[in-house]
């Protein structure tokens, strides 16, 4: 209680106080000029990004058509942005960051017929308040280039006791602006930010927009100390290829155009906006009014839903939009950062625009691509004998679906540093050795595989199993964009290491190394989703006897395990056989993996027609079904075996080739040939045409040449 003596007390709320204790009402003052700077600043400049949008709509006020932008410490370091435009003339640099000095306005009512991304003149003045301004500029009628600091909306001594009268200096024609040490005065707006590499993040979304958008202006952004540019977009790409650049080739593969005009409220728009065969995890908006780029909740929600019929659920759109508004229409002044617009007609305007986008999407859309379609169109179901008759040559695995190219479109002749030097229809370099080594090496026509094909006439099913479904789901989910559209255009170059299985790939000027025993893996799990149930067989003639193919399993793995007196291997055998026989009318409809109730294996399922796995691998694929494969949950069983089947048809590895004048064995001779022939003429096809290349495969392919980075590197010689 002595302590609550202590506190000031106040009287309750609704009583009267005291004449003596009503205090005295605080004097009204103008605040100071620099406090009042500051405050504006710190609503037009927001973080670094919106200084950087105000750079870049003033270089293309100014006419630029090439914008070169440096980052360092995500733009609080340094932000510099270098134009070619018409520049500034020295007399105007004195005022140049004074607030609300501007070329692009004279009168209040400017503001109805405005054409320019800006007209306060606050965006320089704001930065100079709470940053280190440098501009150097040279108009085309200048001699020279002259170059100046600013400080607090006033020009300022490069060093104390120096003129802060703009210096004369070497430069070309445009205006570069340096902003150094972002908010060094503010120190906890600076301290707000929580890595660098987010700001770099906000600021190449910002850039991507504008180089997107602003059609014959080429951008340039990199971060300090790089030597290669994280978005390079040339002046004369197209609105598309400006996508396919700033963002991918299966966003940009899959826009359909669209123009709209309406006299009566005043508008035109035009955009490039996703068809159904592609759904993103968010909607990205591209939003231009009047050439600004702008955010409206209103335009995005309606757009949302009106793709919400044509998407999968959680499914979301990329849209373009570029909406032209009579001037007299819309009130640009409603934001500080300009971030908002305002305009009339909006709820009739945006019902317009995502009606014509209703009617183009339905034109379109009459069919979609998906990833995983069933590969047996006819309704025959292939199983193999043993023959010794040679099979027809036939096609690689055959498709109901391709994905679209990721080439680009345009007769510009390309620079030399992105033509692509191969092509899979020239000579080969073996063609050039002598006959003696080219006996050995792998041609392109597909090798005999010894089966003779027959046809059945069962006909294909249809898998309804919402366990199958969401295996396929998952896998679409797991899709790398980048990494499967690089599988989708590779060219085959050669096998590197075949006991640790290694191929060579180009991707358009890139060089890739590929565990190709990974990739194959996940191709044949993906092949066993998509067949799943409608399997080919090949049959063994004689039938194999189980219980001996486990015992062989068994004996090969008990070689490789240490020791252990008390583990019981000739049980392990009779109780996978035991798991198999209860399991094996499950096994025959879904896998087509059949075995007899005398405990015969009579066949395994085909996946691919023309590739034969190495049956030596067939006791351990046996023997794993057991411990590997979880047969109390429906998915997770569908899962590990397809798992196991895949890894059972994936490519073995061998051993290296033998030295010259050894002799290698004439089985592993036979087989390597092959391997060869099958991987080059089967596999790798087979993944250029059908492969979802999931996040994992990363971990299996490396990029070991650019053609790009090399030009670079000769270019420094």
Not at 556 to 574: N, S
């Amino acid at each position: 209680m002595a302590s609550s003596s202590l506190i000031p007390s106040s009287p309750p709320r609704g009583t009267k106080r005291k004449v003596d204790q009503i205090e005295a009402p605080r004097r009204i003052r103008a605040l100071h000029e620099d406090v009042v700077n500051k405050i504006a600043a710190g609503e037009i400049i927001v973080a670094p990004v919106h200084a950087l949008k105000e750079l870049i709509e003033n270089a293309v006020d100014a006419g630029s058509t090439s914008l070169e932008i440096l980052v360092k410490d995500g733009g609080l370091k340094l932000l510099q942005i270098t134009d070619n435009g018409c520049g500034i003339n020295k007399d105007d640099m004195a005022i140049l960051c004074e607030r609300f000095t501007t070329s692009k306005l004279k009168a209040f009512e400017d503001l109805t017929s405005i054409g320019t991304y800006g007209f306060r003149g606050e965006a320089l003045a704001s930065i100079s308040h709470i940053a280190h301004l440098t501009v150097t500029t040279k108009t085309a009628d200048s001699s020279c280039a002259w170059k100046a600091q600013y400080a607090g909306g006033k020009l300022a001594p490069a060093k104390p006791g120096q003129s802060a009268d703009p210096k004369a200096c070497a430069g070309r024609q445009g205006t570069q602006i340096t902003v150094e040490d972002l908010f060094y005065n503010v120190p906890t707006r600076r301290r707000a930010f929580r890595s660098a590499s987010e700001e770099y993040a906000k600021i190449a979304d910002q850039v991507g927009r504008y180089a997107v958008h602003c059609k014959g202006v080429a951008f340039q952004c990199k971060k300090h100390g790089d030597a290669g540019a994280g978005i390079a977009v040339p002046a004369t790409a197209t609105v598309r290829d400006r996508i396919r650049i700033v963002h991918n080739s299966a966003i940009a593969n899959e826009l359909v155009e669209f123009e709209l005009s309406n006299a009566q409220y005043g508008f035109k728009t035009m955009g490039l906006v996703s068809n159904a065969n592609y759904s993103g995890k968010r909607t990205a908006l591209l939003l231009f009014i009047n050439h600004r780029s702008v955010e409206s909740s209103t335009i995005k929600r309606a757009v949302e839903h009106t793709y919400s019929t044509f998407l999968p659920k959680g499914g979301k759109p990329f849209v373009y939009l570029s909406l032209e508004i009579d001037p007299a229409r819309v009130d640009v002044n409603v934001h500080p950062t300009k971030r908002e617009v305002n305009f009339l007609n909006e709820d009739e305007i945006i019902e317009l625009i995502c009606g014509d986008i209703r009617t183009r999407l339905g034109k379109v859309d009459t069919s979609r691509t998906f990833m995983t379609q069933s590969l047996l169109g006819g309704g025959k179901t292939p199983s193999i004998s043993k023959a010794t008759t040679m099979p027809e040559e036939s096609d690689t695995t055959p498709m109901t679906s391709k994905r679209p190219s990721t080439a680009k479109g345009g007769k510009q002749k390309p620079y030399e540093n992105n033509l692509i030097r191969t092509d899979a229809k020239s000579r080969k370099i073996t063609a050039m050795l002598p006959q003696a080594q080219r006996a050995s090496s792998p041609s392109r026509e597909p090798a005999s595989d010894g089966m003779e094909y027959e046809y059945t006439d069962k006909e294909s099913t249809i898998c309804r199993l919402t366990t199958v479904k969401d295996l396929r789901a998952s896998v679409r989910e797991d899709m790398h964009n980048e990494l499967t559209n690089i599988f989708a255009d590779h060219t085959f170059v050669g096998i590197v290491d075949e006991r640790k299985r290694i191929a060579a790939m180009q991707g358009g000027v890139r060089l890739f190394l590929v565990d190709y025993g990974m990739v194959a893996a996940e191709y044949f799990y993906q092949l066993g989703l998509t067949d799943f149930g409608n399997f080919g067989t090949f049959r063994f003639s004689p039938s194999l006897d189980l219980s001996e193919l486990l015992a062989i399993g068994v004996a090969q793995t008990k070689a490789l395990e240490p020791d252990d007196p008390k583990f019981d291997w000739d049980e392990v055998a009779a109780t996978v056989h035991a798991q198999l026989m209860s399991r094996r009318e499950m096994m025959a409809e879904y896998f087509a993996l059949e075995i007899s109730e005398q405990g015969e294996l009579l066949a395994l399922p085909l996946i691919m027609k023309g590739y034969m796995p190495s049956l030596g691998k067939l006791p351990n694929f046996l023997l794993r079904l057991g411990p590997h494969v979880d047969w109390t949950d429906e998915k997770g069983c569908f899962q590990s075996l397809l798992r196991e089947l895949a890894s059972f048809y994936v490519p073995e590895s061998l051993p290296p080739v033998p030295a010259k004048g050894e002799v290698e064995d004439e089985e592993i001779a036979k087989r390597r040939d092959e391997l060869r022939q099958a991987i080059e003429n089967r596999l790798f096809p087979a993944f250029k045409a059908r492969l979802v290349a999931t996040k994992p495969l990363l971990k299996g392919t490396i990029e070991v040449a650019n053609l790009k980075g090399l030009y670079r590197v000769f270019e420094r010689c």
